[in-house]
Nanobody, 120 residues
Framework: EVQLQASGGGLVQVGGSLRLSCKTS????????IGWFRQAPGKEREGVSY?????TYYIESVKGRFFTSDNAKNTVYLQMNSLKPEDTAVYYC????????????????WGKGTLVTVSS
């Protein structure tokens, strides 16, 4: 059974940091890339970052503040620094097959989200 378990969300003040974890199982880790998405209230789910074969990608609004890494086995991390109120959202991790497009539609497997709330 494929599982992705995101954890580490919480309430943090502006400028604070959080580290999210995504533990995966049930599929061959090296055959997929892992993406982080977020969905704020009333907004569409958006891709934030992904890691694939050690390479990473970030959307412009989080560059220099968020950092994605993995343990080369089954867990991916999203280190979030200098958090802003606009980072408030439910964060999801998802797995997409190598070569597929980094989008909601391109991912095969999803975990349940973890809520990040940044208070001002």
């Amino acid at each position: 059974e494929v599982q992705l378990q995101a954890s580490g969300g919480g309430l943090v003040q502006v400028g604070g940091s959080l580290r999210l974890s995504c533990k995966t199982s049930g599929f061959t880790f090296d055959d997929y890339f892992i993406g982080w998405f977020r969905q704020a209230p009333g907004k569409e789910r958006e891709g934030v970052s992904y890691i694939s074969g050690g390479s990473t990608y970030y959307i412009e609004s989080v560059k220099g503040r968020f950092f994605t890494s993995d343990n080369a086995k089954n867990t991916v991390y999203l280190q979030m620094n200098s958090l802003k109120p606009e980072d408030t959202a439910v964060y999801y991790c998802a797995a997409g097959p190598l070569g597929s497009y980094f989008s909601v539609e391109g991912m095969d497997y999803w975990g349940k989200g973890t809520l990040v709330t940044v208070s001002s």
